[in-house]
């Protein structure tokens, strides 16, 4: 069982930056697929950004340029660092880790507790 615990978010001006990270409780040198979810108020959950163990990302296209994943299997942590945001990027943030696929869809067994960030306009 691996627990996950993000950091990292909190107020930030339309513009500006953050870094989020999360850090697992064991390796995560053999778990392949490892992400950032994201809830906004009232919206469902939707995957912001994913990396699979050989380094391979994808975005989804409301974050593609402004948002960066990584993974650092010797610090046992996930980041993402996120620029230029907007009021709309305001949600609370989950790291994910040991992602498989589920009849079509992608499903991660091990999700952090979250944090929030909020961007003000």
């Known amino acids: 069982q691996v627990r996950l615990v993000e950091s990292g978010g909190g107020l930030v001006q339309a513009g500006g930056s953050l870094r989020l990270s999360c850090a697992a409780s064991?390796?995560?040198?053999?778990?392949?697929?490892m992400g950032w979810y994201r809830q906004g108020p009232g919206n469902a959950r939707e995957l912001v950004a994913g990396i699979a163990g050989a380094g391979i990302t994808n975005y989804a296209d409301s974050v593609k340029g402004r948002f960066s994943i990584s993974r650092d299997n010797a610090k046992r942590a996930l980041y993402l660092q996120m620029s230029s945001l907007k009021p709309e990027d305001t949600a609370i943030y989950y790291c994910?880790?040991?992602?498989?696929?589920?009849?079509?869809?992608?499903?991660?067994?091990?999700w952090g507790q979250g944090t929030q960030v909020t961007v003000s306009s």
């Open positions: 994910v880790a040991d992602g498989h696929w589920v009849a079509g869809t992608l499903v991660y067994d091990y």
């Open positions: 064991e390796s995560i040198d053999s778990i392949n697929a």
